[in-house]
C-alpha cells in the first residue's frame, strides 16, 4: 500500500512541470463594458501589427519575455498620433493576457492603449483584441466612435507623440519612447519551441521519475526481506 502511494506521488510530481507550466495559465478579467473601457484608456486605436521583436535586453533565462510589437495605424479612434508606435509586450509566447498572442504579424487588432512610464501597453483584460471577421468586434467599433464623439470636446482630443526621450511629466501629453531596432523573431505557432523552460522541465521530470523508480524498488525489497 505504502509503495503504490509513493508511485503515485512520484507521478504526480513528474508530470507537475508541464500541468504548471506558463501555456496553461488562464487570464482572469473583470467585466467592463465598452464605456468603461473607453474611458480607461488614454489611446483606442485601429491598427496592424507589422513586426515583432524580442527586447534587446531580454535575459532568456527570466519569464515572462518583453516584446516590442510595431503597429500600424489604420484609424484612432480615441486620441491621435503617429502612422506606427511601439507596443510593449510581456506575454507573447504563453499567457492569455496578451491580445498579440499567438501569430500576430499582419493582423489587425483593437487596441486600448495606455501609457506607462514612457511605454505603451495592453492587454485582453484592457479589452484590446483581434478584429478579423468578429460581428462582436465591429459592434464594439461602432459602439466606441458613438461614445468618444458624444464625450470629446475640440481641443480635448490626447495626442500619442512620437518624440525620442522626451520627459515624462504630471499631466503633459504621453509621449512614446523610440525602441532600438531588434533581430526581428519568426512569427510564433504551433510547431517547435526555442523556450529555454521546457528543456528544464523536461530534465526536472526525468530526474524525478528516476528518483521514483529507485524508492519503489527499495520499498519492495524491504517488504520482500
Known amino acids: 500500500m505504502v509503495a503504490r502511494f509513493m508511485l503515485v506521488v512520484v507521478l504526480v510530481a513528474s508530470i507537475w512541470p508541464f500541468v504548471g507550466s506558463r501555456d ?4 482572469s478579467c473583470a467585466a467592463f463594458d465598452t464605456q468603461e473601457l473607453v474611458a480607461m484608456a488614454e489611446f483606442v486605436v485601429l491598427g496592424t501589427v507589422v ?3 524580442l527586447a534587446d535586453d531580454q535575459d532568456l533565462n527570466v519569464f515572462p ?5 510595431k503597429v500600424a495605424v489604420n484609424e484612432y479612434l480615441k486620441g491621435s498620433g503617429p502612422d506606427q508606435f ?3 509586450d510581456f506575454s507573447l509566447q504563453g499567457s492569455a493576457c496578451s491580445p498579440f498572442d499567438p501569430d500576430p504579424l499582419d493582423q489587425e487588432f483593437l487596441l486600448f492603449l495606455n501609457d506607462r512610464q514612457g511605454h505603451l501597453r495592453t492587454s485582453t483584460c484592457a479589452g484590446s483584441g483581434r478584429v478579423g471577421d468578429s460581428e462582436r468586434a465591429q459592434q464594439r467599433i461602432a459602439e466606441i466612435r458613438e461614445i468618444v464623439g458624444q464625450q470629446e470636446q475640440p481641443g480635448e482630443t490626447p495626442v ?6 522626451t ?3 504630471p499631466g503633459e501629453t504621453p509621449a512614446l519612447t523610440a525602441t532600438p531596432d531588434a533581430p526581428q523573431l519568426p512569427a510564433t505557432g504551433s510547431g517547435s519551441s526555442n523556450d529555454p523552460l521546457i528543456p528544464m522541465a523536461t530534465a526536472i521530470a526525468a530526474v524525478i521519475g ?3 523508480a529507485g524508492l519503489l524498488l527499495g520499498v519492495r525489497r524491504l517488504r520482500s526481506s
Open 210 to 212: 528516476l528518483l521514483g
Open 51 to 53: 513586426q515583432v521583436d
Open 160 to 165: 500619442l507623440t512620437a518624440t525620442p526621450g
Open 86 to 88: 511601439v507596443v510593449q
Open 65 to 69: 519575455y518583453e516584446y516590442n510589437v
Open 24 to 27: 496553461a495559465y488562464a487570464c
Open 167 to 169: 520627459p515624462q511629466l
